[in-house]
Structure formats: C-alpha cells, structure tokens
C-alpha cells in the first residue's frame, strides 16, 4: 500500500500539494509509552506565548536540495537553512534545521514583503510550494511577494525523523475496522507503531509540534529581515497559521485560510464530521459515474452507484483481491482510501470511476488490460527523495497529531463510537472514531495554543461547501473562534481546494486581499463555479 501518492497525483498538476497527501488525518505510528504508561505531564515551563527571535544571521541562499527522480523544479527557485532550538524552553541546547526556500519578487516598486507558504498535511514538504503556486499568481500579487517555502520541523530536509516505520505510506494506514466491525486489530496496530517510534525516534520527537513550526516561522521571519510576514495556509497550514497569528499577532500581516481546521477541535475531534462530510462529496463522484454507466456498468445513478460501491467496499473487506503482475491486494481500506484521496480534487472524479471500474473488474474476474494498467499503477511506490526517510511523512504525521493535544486511551470508548459511527456514515465504515497510535501517546510537552478573536482583522477564511477533508463546518467553526478577525469567503463546490478552482468570486476576492488589503465586510457565498 505504498502507491497512493503517485497513483492520485499521476499526470495532474496541483499547486500546494500532491494530491492524496493533503488529509488533514492519516494515521502511521509513533509514541513514547505504552498503553499503561500514561507518559510524562505536560511541562509547567512551556514556551511563553510570545518569544522574540533571536537575532538570527541572514539566510545564505543557493541551491536546493536534489529531486526525487522524475520531479522538476522552478528553476528561480533558492534555498537556505536557518538554525531554530530543538526545545525552546532550552534555547541554548540542541539545535535543528530548518529548510527554507525563495522565489523572489517580479522587479517592482510595489514590493510589498513576503508570503509564506505552507501546503498541509499534516508533514508535507513545503520546499518546492512556491514554484508550484506562483503560475496561479497574477502579476499583481507576484510584484507584491517574495514566495517563501519551507519544510516544517522534523519534515523533508528540516531536520527529518524516522519512526523506521515497515510501510511507510500514509495511505494504508488509516484505520478501518474489520469486516465485521472489531476494532482489535487497530489496537494492536496502533500500540505497535506507538512503541516502534518510542524506541527509534524517541523523546525528541515531542518538540516536533505545531507550536514550535510557529516559533520556526517567527525565526524565519527574522532571518528574511522582515518585521512581519504575510501566510497562505492549505489543510493543516490553516491550523499552523492560526496557531501563528495567536502567538505572534504583531508580526502576521496578510493571512489566507484555505480548507481550514476548527482549532477547537485539534485533534481528535477534528475526525468528528468527516463521514458527513464524505456523504456530501461522495455524490459528485457518482453523478460521473451514473453519466457514464454504458462505459462503466456502475449504475444509472448516485444512488444506485452509492449502493454498489458500499457492496464492493464489503465485498473486499471480505475477500481481497490480488492485482496481477503485483503482490498487492486489494482491500476493502485501499478502496475506500483511494476514493478519499481522489475526491479531494475535482479534476480527478474520472480518474476515481475509473478506478472503481477497474476494482470491479478484479473483483469479479474479469480484469482488462487497461483496468490492470489503472490498478497497478495505484499501487506503484513513488520514487524515494534522497536525504528523506521513507517514513518521513508518515513518522511527522503522528508526531504532530498525537503531540501537539492529548488522546483518550479509552479502547472501550473508542469500539463504541467506531460502532455508531460505522452505522451512521457508511462511506466511512466507522474509521474516523476509530483507534490510532495517539492513543497510547506521553501527555503533549505544552497545552495547545489557545486561538481566540482578539486581534487585527487581518484575516480571509476560504472554503468549499462540500469538502471532505476539511468540512464545511470546521471552516465555519474557525470563523466563529476568529470572529471578527476574519472575512468568510465560502464556495458552493466540491474538493480540498478552493482558489483557483473556477470561482472569479474566490479568486478575486484572494487577489483583492493579497494586494490592497481590503477585506468583505460580510460573509461571501460564491456559487460562480465554472468547470477548469
């Protein structure tokens, strides 16, 4: 199952991020107790809310690090490193790096300063974002900033971790129960990958958390020489942006919020509306599929396809099917993971019927060549990026979900939510109540950042109706927490992504923003959705 990444971002060109990574949570492994050890308290001497950067050597750009093999760069693009406290309780004790990357202003006078770029997650690589944004850019906004990427703590070439995890990927590892609903086997899993990071990560990767990517950001900040920063947030960056903006207001400029966290809700909570979230989506999808049911025999409409993909999901979770020319199988999870992941983008609906053509294809026996061809390549590994751990993101994933807020460790709690949550959102299958590896995780080194309304209106909040990695409510959750802080800019479409998805209404508003300043002086329900 370690194919997923390049199975869903084949052939599409997605600015922010590659495509299956951009849940807001997966699940691996990573801890530093087991099950009856309830860790270490939370620390008494955690950072103050405000810590002032150090003055920090500007940073020496040149070349960035080498490529994966097969992925390009934008050649204007510079990095540099700058050298944060591991802990910053104990400024003066270990150090990290932390990658950071530049594509410099269009030569203007109308120079505004820089926007910092983060993509999500949580633990994607932030590196190359800049090149990937700045072709959605107008010219305005490309005169106005300095893009600025960076790889968080922990992730890519900023100081990577490893859990030394047996399957890498963040795809396989959400947790599905069993076909007949028992949790048993996650809660094996999920205290096996917590003792596995213990062992090999170990007590530092509790400093591997979003407060302490915020603190980073203000040391990256003083490196570029600039008094403030501007943020544009995806997924988890909404989060990281939030927690940044309460920490440092004084120094948050411009901030765009796009598929946005309740912070309320950080992190076990934050799973709470995804099956009603993946029941809203899910209809976009079969509405390809019922247009297209003389090609692909998956029913005549959302209905009818909703009930024959519910039967495959049972079908596999049963009896997994083998993927010829491969030692994979495919299951009942992989099946529900990959239809995630491809329902994040619009352009991808029909490369997910195909998909599920395919998988009824092998299901029943009757596998054509062409549909082997979509199968195998799902469940081809992507190319290694040399410096990064396999399980990078996987290992970075955990530490920031189990680390940065606290988990029950209920196992009994868990099997009855997983059970109603099972029966109340079929699509889901009772995952997001489910057991993960946060369960048997030491209590956080800090509480969370508390994120409330006082502070500058410096703030624009976008999101799609109809969003099932980040819901629609967890967007209007946000703004309520903000409140007057911030503009909403909400989206009568479907997916992850919201600029530049077909919506003049969006873009122009993000633009307007970006360059004046100027914010709505009332919540915005753009349903201008024009197919790319």
Known sequence: MKTVQRSVGSGISRRFVRLVCAVVLTVAAVAACDADSPGDAASEDAPPDVAEAAAAPPIAWGACPALAQGVSRDPRLVCGTVEVPLDYRDPGGAKIEVAVSKLPAAQSRDRRGVLLLNPGGPALSGLDTPGVVAPTLPPSVLAAYDLIGFDPRGVGHSTPQSCGLDDPSLAGLFPYPAADGSIAANVKHARAHAGRCATNAGEKLRHFTTANTARDMDRIRAALGEEKISYWGQSYG?????????????????????????????????????????????????????????????????????????????????????????????????????????????????????????????A?????????????????????????????QATMFLALTCGDARWSDDVDEYARRTAEDRAAWPLTAGMPANIWACAFWPKPVEEPVRVTDRGSRNTLILQNRRDNATPWEDGLGLHEVLGGRA??????????????????????????FLTTGQLPDEKVDCTDIAPK
């Open 364 to 392: 029943d026996g009757k596998l054509t060549e062409a549909d082997g061809q979509v199968l195998r390549q799902v469940f081809t590994a992507p190319q290694p990026t040399p410096g990064v751990p396999a399980d990078n």
């Open 238 to 362: 909404t989060y990281l942006g939030t927690v940044y903006a309460s920490l440092f207001p004084e120094r948050a400029d411009r901030v765009v919020l796009e598929g946005n966290v309740d912070p309320t809700k950080v992190w076990a909570k934050a799973k709470d509306n995804w099956g009603k979230a993946m029941s809203e989506r899910f209809p976009d999808a079969a509405r390809v599929a019922a247009a297209q049911h003389a090609a692909l025999g998956l029913g005549g409409t959302v209905d009818e396809v909703t009930r024959r993909y519910l039967e495959l999901a049972d079908r596999l979770d049963r009896t997994p099917a083998l993927v010829p020319g491969t030692s994979n199988a495919l299951t009942g999870s992989m099946l529900r993971t990959v239809t995630y992941s491809l329902l994040l983008h619009n352009e991808t609906l029909p490369v997910l019927v195909q998909f599920w053509k395919a998988a009824v294809g092998l």
């Open 487 to 512: 503009a909403f800019v909400g989206a009568d479409n479907g997916g992850h992504y919201v600029y530049n998805q077909g919506s003049r209404c969006v873009d122009e508003a993000t633009v307007t």
